[in-house]
């Protein structure tokens, strides 16, 4: 098992700064839909074992409550294709039932991947904010309804155990945060966490809802060599009125593709 880190980041465009390191109140970030994400594979469970031979005709007389205008399923082509709109249904449905309860942060325990650097903070033009791993896990709810937890990578999407292990709450809610937290290993450059919580403010004017973070969590401030000048100067002089923060700077190794890591000079 990996260690626990000590601090988490978060790869930002340069438009960011007004959220993330402003210049009075605490830091904020998006508290993200899983529709909002870019790989379509967010938090949709794989649909195997719903169409199991043992289990088909629960699975028939689930589908025939939800498409009751095709109750032929004599032909098998026929089953085959409702068993594909039942799918594309409980995955439309679903995702939209995740998306009302919760949301999440997306963080990263490494500040020098350039994968992440190019997706993420506009091709090394952003900068990255780190986090103490103690104030983000502390703004996990105490009643557990979120949490703090580390992405894990695999070839298989995660499943929900059975139909009927899809009618119980207890089951439901441990099979929603395996699906918020498992995702293809073709991710795991990312190495991921996910502050996930529920749904309780409203939106901003703009329609996203925001996550605060105490200033007093920020613990670094990244910039690389190809983040402008002026961005800079403004991330640097913000920077010096959080109490803990340090400022970093990534910039490419002269040997390798990887990137270097060093704290600014004054």
């Known amino acids: 098992m990996k260690p626990q880190p000590t601090k988490l980041y978060k790869y930002l465009a340069p438009g960011r700064i007004d959220n993330a390191i402003p210049e ?35 699975v028939v007389n689930k589908m025939k409550v939800e498409f009751p205008d095709d109750t032929n399923m004599e ?108 995702k293809s290993k073709t991710w795991e450059y990312e190495n991921e966490w996910r502050l996930i919580l529920p749904i309780s403010t409203p939106p901003t004017p703009g329609g996203v809802r925001l996550v605060e973070i105490p200033r007093s969590a920020v613990c670094e401030v990244i910039v690389s060599e190809f983040t402008d000048d002026d961005l800079v100067a403004r991330l640097t002089a913000r920077a010096a009125t959080y109490p803990s923060a340090t400022m970093m700077r990534v910039t490419p190794s002269q040997r390798t593709f990887e990137c270097n890591i060093e704290e600014m000079s004054e």
């Open 24 to 58: 009075n109140g605490p830091s904020t970030l998006r508290l993200s839909p899983s529709s909002a994400l870019n790989d379509p594979f967010e938090v949709m469970p794989g649909l195997d074992d719903f169409v199991s031979d043992i289990l088909l005709a629960k």
């Open 75 to 182: 032909h098998m082509g026929q089953r085959e294709l409702r068993q594909r709109r039942f799918r594309r249904g409980f995955n439309s449905q679903y995702r939209d039932i995740f998306d009302s309860m919760l949301g999440f942060v997306s963080l990263s325990t490494t500040p020098t991947n350039t994968l992440m650097w190019a997706h993420y903070a506009s091709s090394f033009t952003g900068f990255v904010v780190g986090y103490a791993f103690d104030a983000v896990e502390a703004l996990v709810p105490d009643d557990l309804s979120g949490t703090l937890a580390e992405v894990q990578y695999q070839d298989n999407r995660p499943r929900w155990a059975t139909v009927d292990d899809f009618e119980r709450l207890q089951s439901i809610n441990a099979n929603i945060i395996k699906c918020y937290t498992t």
